[in-house]
């Protein structure tokens, strides 16, 4: 069977053309970490890091389309007043200038970005180089705070990415339904572009609301939850990259033909792998045992088996006709990653800013921060 996915696979690679490959990086739940951070001998993130893997890309050309799902500024929704908080926006200011330096093409802000308050926020976006897109967050006015979406063109295509974010309690901002308002602006995109990503601040309800519709989405990059996805799921291909900016999800488009679907390949190689192995073990040691003979008495588990048939016949039948497909990796920011010194110096200086201003602000835990270079290569 994973001899069958490989030939697939290579299949693939052989109706791919370098012009029609589409590169997207994407964030989920940076929740303001500028350093790496995580378990003390693996340290992994950081804005210098990733600075280094866009660059690579760039010098690869690949020029990849570089996002971020929202909760990208700060750790919680409620910022107590004082110098948390002071630290807390000089180091969101740190998180702009960053991303200006090493480029982004589009954020959708999340609930936990406006936790400094709106007015704060707009100064970002006054300053920010990159686009802040939301298509259902508003002013108490009803007006939305930022555009809905934004088209961007690589090669000969166009993609449009679409903001969205689930309801949050603000006495600054009105969050319209996320479901209705983003079938409007599906409406309005979809024959504009030839890719809709959508940006997704996203609850599991509302993920669910949103798969029931027959929304013209090609992928969904969704912040919230902080699990690592290891594929987009068997609806529309919904990817989580973790929290705190510890891993960049790279993903790569094979456009070929607008009319045809695109196949998630993490999907269904996954889901082969992972029915092969249950039937497998349902066969007791016997790998030439028939399973409905073995289980003729047993009606809740003939339908298990059935039902894992039918998923492994969908995810083969995906393989063997794909033609327009989607893959993805994770790059994970350790420490063979090298620091780009231009964005190193921006968060140093930065760090060294707020201690000059604030003195030395402890974490969570009470710790006090290390040298500032802590966890940094150079």
Request: charged share 25%.
């Amino acid at each position: 069977m994973r001899i069958f996915i490989l030939m697939s696979f290579l299949c693939s690679l052989l109706i791919s053309d370098v012009n029609n490959l589409i590169t997207i990086i994407g964030t989920t739940n940076v929740h303001g970490e500028i350093d790496p951070c995580g378990w003390k001998k693996k340290p992994l993130g950081g804005l210098a890091r990733k600075a280094t893997v866009l660059q690579n890309l760039i010098d690869n050309n690949e020029h990849p389309i570089v996002l971020d799902a929202g909760d990208l500024y700060f750790k919680k929704e409620n910022l107590d007043p004082g110098i948390t908080l002071d630290a807390a926006k000089m180091n969101a200011d740190i998180i702009t200038k960053s991303f200006n330096a090493m480029g982004c093409d589009g954020f959708s802000p999340g609930s936990k970005d406006f936790a400094a308050g709106l007015d704060f926020l707009m100064e970002q976006y006054e300053n920010a180089d990159f686009k802040f897109i939301s298509s259902n967050i508003a002013g108490l006015d009803n007006k939305l705070l930022f555009d809905p979406y934004i088209i961007i063109k690589r090669k000969n295509f166009k993609i449009g990415v679409v903001g969205l974010s689930s309801s949050f309690d603000s006495k600054e901002v009105v969050v319209l339904d996320p479901i209705s308002t983003l079938g409007s602006v599906i409406v309005e995109i979809e024959n504009k572009v030839d890719l809709v990503i959508l940006l997704f601040n996203a609850t599991q309800q509302d993920l669910t609301k949103l798969y029931k519709k027959n929304y013209n989405i090609d992928m969904i990059l969704s912040s919230k939850g902080r699990t690592r996805s290891s594929d987009g799921g068997s609806k529309i291909p919904t990817y989580i990259a973790g929290d705190r900016g510890k891993i960049l999800y790279k993903f790569k488009f094979n456009l070929v033909d607008n009319e045809l679907p695109i196949v998630d390949l993490a999907w269904c190689e996954n889901t082969v792998n992972r029915v092969t192995d249950r039937l497998d073990k349902m066969k007791q040691g016997d790998v030439n045992a028939n399973l409905y003979t073995l289980y003729k008495d047993d009606k809740k588990t003939l339908n298990r088996i059935i039902s894992y048939e039918t998923q492994l016949d969908k995810a083969n039948q995906l393989l063997v006709n794909a033609i327009n497909t989607l893959e993805f990796k994770k790059i994970e920011l350790g420490k063979s990653v090298f620091d780009r010194l231009d964005i190193l110096k921006i968060v140093d200086e930065g760090k060294l800013k707020i201690e000059n201003s604030l003195g030395p602000i402890p974490d969570d835990k009470g710790r006090l921060p290390d040298h500032p270079h802590h966890g940094h290569n150079h």
